[in-house]
């Protein structure tokens, strides 16, 4: 059993004896290298965690110093990798290493030091603030871990499930479950144990497979910023979809009548959370040019908007459960990516059936445009062939070829040709996996089997009107935006909703919509979704008899 007299005898032979050498040996990490700087900090944790004859508190207070040495290498190296996180990419992968790696050796820091504090004699750390702030920061290396392995579409490891049930028992039991502290030194936002477990839990519940690497991050941010509203009970209650089971550590799950209590079953939601999240949207939608900036100045607008809106489903009462039937088919289909190589392959309307456009008009729209009106013999593009597993009414299920995909995230735009058929379809990729065997597996979701590509002039904002800008003096010059228009379920264009180039949405912008032989205007009216390249907005049809 540890002896407190003897601690004191001698220092432990480690080179992080105490709080002094530790910091003396820091300041040799590298100052350019934040991979090598993390790569060491890792190796320290990892010594200090094993190393014998530390006082339990002087342990707890130097893995607390490289916890925070470390943190801001982590979000460097998680920055690089959120700008391109693609999972067949070597350098990617290389970069994920470091980052899991450190959380892994912070959190079996981290939980050693608990084990020590629970074995002691003499018990360290008095101050219930002091005990509340290791099991946050615990909590909070877990989740890291559970993030990142989100971010490569793996099944979470079962440690991460132990570890989260084991330091939020251990809180629980020494009553410090609800007591708040400041997790780094410079946060402005009080957390305790029992918001830090909470906000993972809802991270994981908000169907994280179906959000790109960067789109997870900004719902970790998000559920940081609003985890005050989140509810944790230990009875049913209607505001709780889900559950978690503290006494078999795993993953939550929907709470449903029959499930049988017991004194150890957690429910939580996010409910509550939802007027805060409406509020944002609607000040972001309304005001884009001062968008929300507490989530991280990195994340576009458009993508922030995309993820609380993603939220605001999946943190209803009522989340959203998968329930087509796939049928299980073996074909391969061809597939190309990017918003102007799509806007060139699918179905288009030729300049030539364009109305009231001079030929001073056309000219300039050949000479601005980035995308061909030619023909497809013309394009220039290339195509990767994916075996098809399954197919549904609206998507498909894929593997993605080793030597392919590089380019593939959640949320990017693809062109399908199904083999033997001249028709491009436009899908969205909506779901990755990793399985066990590093085999990539793409759920791609069918956007519309009959797209069509065509032009918008800018008539302008608000309640400016097309017969405006068609009296305007002849200095003015238009402006073509290429635009993808994606029928409805029933093939009508109706109520279709249409792709635009990133940056282009400014809600209420009026355009004439270039189809045919009559001038056709629309109003949009909202941001549906943002992928690396394109937007996908809803308008509205001015002209009567529309579709």
Known sequence: MFSLLNAFDKKPDHPMSDMKEARKLLT????????KALEDVTFWLTSIKDAQGFHPEVRANIVMLLDETGQPLEAELLHQYLSEPHLQDFHGLHLWQGIHNFARALTE??????????????????LKENLALVCVRLLRAVTEQMKLELMRYVDVEQPVWDQLCSCYNFAEANQVADAMVFPYPKHVIHISPQRELARALMLYVSSPGT?????IEVSYRIAGRLVGFFDFKTEPDPDCAYFFDLS??????????????TPAIRFFGAVKALPAVEKIISQN???FADPERRFGNEFTPAGKLTVLKHLRVHWDRNPPHRHQERKGISATIDVTHSFKTISQLVTRVDIGSMIKLSEEDAVALKNKASISLATDDNVDYTTEEWPVLDMSVDGIGCTIPKAAGNWVKIGDLCGL???????????????LKTDPNGIVHAGVEILAKKPLSVWLRTLGKGAEKASNWESSSGSFAYDYLPTILLPDADNSYANATMLMESGSFVLGSIYQMMMGEKSREIRLT???AEGEDYEQLSFEWLNPDQG
Do not use: T
């Not at 078999?248 to 209590?261: D, E, Q």
């Not at 040709?417 to 779901?431: A, Y």
């Open 211 to 215: 959000l790109a690497p960067d789109q």
């Open 109 to 126: 820091a981290y939980s050693a030091c608990i084990s020590e504090y629970q074995q002691a004699e003499n018990k360290p750390w008095e």
């Open 248 to 261: 078999s550590p795993g993953a939550p799950g929907n709470a449903g009548s029959n499930l049988p209590l």
């Open 526 to 528: 909202g941001l549906l």
């Open 285 to 287: 939608e309304h005001d």
């Open 28 to 35: 040799d990490l590298p100052q350019n290298n934040a991979f």
């Open 417 to 431: 040709k199904p083999k033997n058929s001249p028709l491009w379809w436009v899908g969205m990729v909506r779901r």
